[in-house]
């Protein structure tokens, strides 16, 4: 059987909104009976955009993970749910029925995402459908991904014996993987949003007093055990940025070398991202 | 047969046995039409009228009597028809009546009054517009998806649509995905690889809204009057903003505005009405403002408010004056860059630069995928920006935040350091650009005894200076690609004090690295892809059905094509923009053209009021709101309450913005509910082949997708309506409805040639086939930079404009770059604020002007905004304004966003989200905070451009939490030698908010 299978790439994201207002915009007024009541016109959304800010000025970068549904394999809505008012179809889809599901508040809170909302005047719960009432009528994507200008979100159809192979070959990962729903949609580089970087500049002071960019720079990363954890070149404004690591992962040595000088040795306690400064060798 | 049908009518007397024949075949036409097409049929049950067609001698007609339905004809003068056709000679009349229609022979006709018309004008346009339903009877259009459910086509300021409609509503509204008929797209190679665009078309945040715009509980649905005006009592205007309004009809409506537009003619002779839009209107070229407006304006005298070049400032004020471009209103062309950037570039530099947030305009997302492959291809990017702003957060890079209005010193500190350490073009200087000694010398100090080096600009950007120096040093030696605002020019520091200078320093130092060698240009990829720029589709600029061949690019090529009756404003006066206020409440202002035919165009100073005119008494008003997109806008509201202005009335579509400022509301419906006809992203005129912004070129059928909701009516319709009661119906819609007009532009362009009217009707759409390899255009600045002629596919500069011969160099003086501009020496060698050649000034608001920045020490920058456009996809409901990054809901009410850095928040006990007071001498506008790294400490962001207007207590005189920022911004020009808006100099403090 082929599954649907929708991937988001959160480097190529850029908060654009297109699929939180194509999802408005397929959804709102429109009642697919089946598959959703309509969505409220203001209110709880179908899609989530995350986004989070790293580093300070002015070093730092900003990532955006938009969040539909994750259609889970394991999803706990469904068990939430009486009367088997949210199924998982054999494609994949996870659906709440809009019938079977009204007054089903309890479904809401079986989502450990939040990405099951209360529609307070039709007193039930909805969610993405992955817009399984245009993908059972010939279209090929759905309207968010329809809109995506940047290729963020991709869906297609996959053989599910192909699947693990499409994960390990495109470095794909499941969102918060800890809470064990085996979610059916995923993401590529994650650690935009889920790690921290530690970054810095370089500098030279010139005989004359002025100031210079040390270019070409190496600046190591040391652990608190001492092991190498990573090391880099400074760029041509003399940056420096060590990304993928850990938040709260604790105290870290930079050893920056630079020409002939004496390397110097900075220390610092990595909570979340940080610039770590100007660093003058 | 028609060929045939002119032979014979040679002869008088087969003339006249034809003429007997062809006003028979009249009734044959009603009745077989009537026959097919029940709408018709429902139409022809309207009225019972008699129709008399005649010869001007009155010695042959026949005359027509339509009686509960039925037409039925005899020949001969009947003594008292209701309406009366003249035609000049029975040759004449077979030209006209004869199909296929000949719009030329019609208007030719018209002009030397062989054709005329009788009657009432409620009757005589009654009657074309059934002779137009006739002819299009039976009419197809859009596709069926399934039954029940129609797609049609549509197309907005963000991109071109399919529209779903069901039961007469719409259901959905999507991006165009092509189909296999459609052309293939352009494939460039670069460097071992390949990049092909998607087969689809882009669509804006604001474009997929539409659904929740068109739906809005702040559509206007009927025509409503001020409960306190009284046209013939008192007046109340200083209630204006205040009082509510009541519901009137369609025909007391027009009988008000059509009665003081008399009036105030009557009362106060030529000049005293006054109308003026909004930055932009809904997308079409009939519906347009350049369009019907100016056509239905035009025929009654109007005081024009003149447009400053906004979002152009600096480029069209500062930086035409050293390489020309004035048809790009100062910004460069683009021809070619896509490719060459691709092919040869080593280093983009993005200076004021965020096309992710302003689809460079009108273009969608169209250039993401190109940037992207910049990404792809390992290019190095830098940003420099007061702003962390979409483009750097996508595609990451170097990120530089000067202080806001201070980059141009930045830029002097970079040409200092390509001159110490010998990193520019040195054989392009000499031979390419004139006057380089004397800035050279500026530069060096020789002049003021200040070296412009990188320490010296630390000072005023906050730029480390060893930044400065890297980044000289990396643009000197690396084939660069410049791209210096949104577009190439448009928006961010060009609209500053120093805006100018700043677009001036660009045009500068793209001189000192060789503009236009390879790999060397202007642009990030927004403009200049492969497409077909020979094929002739007409952009809004070139006036639609206008007939203004004065104000309008309409003379260039479309009048020729589309044939058309011509009008004229024969009211010299004009009002600037950003004076309207000035012009109401003092009586008195002055400004300076956006003229784009040439530089000097500019310097034209005109006064208000201009002699022998009067004062404006009768305001207008059509489109967007300016409170949210001028300058210091409670002025704006003022002026609204003001006893000089007799009458207000504004037309549009949503309640919104200023239209609670009118005497009368005009409710005109959206671009869905009427016929037009477009191109995705083509302007034309000022930004001429602006379509190759995109990565094809797509042309719109703008299907009537639904019937205008409520009483709404088309901006058209409104105007014809206004132009029965004004005696010029016919001469306005020349007979024709807007369909016909959609066919006559569509008979204009090239499409005739590729595709039939009536495939195109259907399926909506047309896309334009990309040229050969060999055929594509040339880059643009590669002729002028190898001293051969010009090649881009463009008439600009005018042939006059040249000084050696046509096509050869730039619309300078010299023909060169000129880095000491000889049409400054020429016009006013010592304006202090303007000199001839670019310098370093403080911005006069901002950090250099100590007393306004101790009590208001954050600059505040408000670009153009990311999701709605103007005041589109803003406010009225629409699900923009959920979007958590473009207003934050705040106890139940969705405010505008200020950001503002984690230091200055901290040390104003600011938390995210927390409401703010954002103040300073002009006024006050409530914000929710955004706390961010994302501007530099002593920054803070916002957008402009809010469409509500909200005041928490009197109008003018108390904070809007409607989000209109520009209440803050300086209502100074940027010099005073220009009509000019310098918004990015704007000093505020801001204080957390506890008020109600």
Known sequence: ?281 | MKTLVKILAKSAALANILLFVVLYGVKIAFTAAAARDAAFKKRLAEKNLTVQFRLKDRTRGRYYFLRDGKLLSRGGIHPDPDVTIIFGSAMVALDLLVPPRDQLATINAMKNFQLGMEGPEELTSWWMETLSMMQNSGMEYGTEVSPGLRRYTSNTNGGAVFVYVKDGKILRITPIDFDEKDAPPWTIYARGKSFTPPRRTTVSPHTLVFKSMIYSPDRILYPLKRVDFDQNGNRNCQNRGISGYVRISWGEALDIVAGEIKRVKRDHGPGAIMNGSGSHHLWGNLGYWLSARLRFFNHIGWTSVAHNPDSWEGWYWGAMHHWGQSMHLGAPESYGTVEDCLKECEMVVFWSSDPEATSGVYAAFEGTVRRQWLNELGIPLVHIDPFYNHTAALLGGKWLAPRPATSNALALAIAYVWIQEELYDKDYVAKRTHGFEPWRDYLLGKEDGIPKTPEWQEKETGIPAREARALARQWGTKKTYLAAGGLSGFGGACRSATGNEWARAMVCLMAMQGLGKPGVNMGGMQQGTPIDTGFYFPGYAEGGLSGDIAKTALGVSLYNRMPQIPTVNTVYQQVPRLQIPEAILEGRTSGYPTDPKTIEGQFFRFDYPAPGYSPVRMYYKYGGSHIGTMAETNRYVKAYQSENLEFVVNQSIWFEGETKFADIILPACTSFERWDISEFANCGGYIQHSFNQCNHRVAIMQHKCIEPLGESRSDFQIFLELAKRLGFSAMFSEGVTEIDWCRRLFDATDLPKVISWKKFLKKGYYVVPAPTVPLRDPVSFRAFAEDRLKDTPEIAPLPADYTEQVFRGLQTQSGKIEFVCSSLQRYDPDDPERPVMTKYFPSWEGPHTADLYGKYPLQLITPHPRYSFHTMGDGKHSWVNEIGDHRILVNGYRYWIVRINSNDAAARHINNHDLVRVFNGRGAVICAAQVTERVPPGTVHSYESAATYDPIGEPGASPDRGGCMNILTPSRPMIKKSHSFAANSCLVEIEKWEGQ
């Not at chain 1, 994201?13 to 016109?41: R, T």
């Not at chain 1, 994650?190 to 007093?209: E, I, N, Q, Y």
């Not at chain 1, 070409?216 to 001492?226: D, E, H, S």
Request: glycine share 8%; net charge neutral.
């Open chain 1, 1 to 281: 059987m082929k599954k649907w299978l929708l991937v988001i790439d959160v480097e190529k994201c850029e908060n654009c909104n297109n699929c939180f207002l194509s999802c408005k915009d397929e959804h709102v007024d429109n009642d697919w009976p089946g598959y959703a009541a309509p969505q409220p016109g203001q209110g709880p959304s179908w899609i989530a955009i995350l986004g989070k800010e790293r580093g300070q000025y002015p070093l730092i970068d900003v990532a955006y993970l938009p969040r539909p549904c994750l259609h889970c394999y394991n999803a706990p809505c469904i068990g939430a749910a009486k009367d088997s008012a949210v199924a998982r179809r054999p494609d994949g889809i996870v659906l709440i029925d809009p019938v079977k599901a009204k007054g089903q508040k309890q479904i809401v809170s079986a989502c450990p995402y939040g990405a099951i909302r209360w529609n307070e005047l039709l007193a039930l719960p909805q969610k993405c459908t992955l817009c399984a009432h245009l993908l059972d009528n010939g279209w090929t994507k759905t309207r968010c991904v329809q809109a995506c200008p940047t290729g963020a979100l991709s869906l297609r159809r996959v053989e599910e014996k192909d699947l693990q192979g499409i994960i390990a070959g495109e470095q794909l990962e499941v969102y918060e993987p800890d809470r064990m729903t085996s979610p059916g949609v995923y993401y590529r580089h994650l650690k935009r949003f889920t790690c921290c970087f530690l970054g810095g500049s370089v500098a030279t002071k010139l005989d004359d007093g002025r100031e210079e960019c040390a270019v070409g720079a190496r600046v190591t990363l040391i652990g608190a055990t001492g092991a190498v954890v990573a090391e880099s070149t400074t760029n041509a404004f003399g940056d420096f940025k060590f990304d993928h690591l850990e938040e709260n992962s604790g105290r870290y040595t930079l050893r920056i070398v630079y020409a002939n000088r004496p390397p110097k040795i900075v220390a610092v306690e990595l909570r979340t991202s940080l610039h770590s400064g100007v660093h003058f060798v």
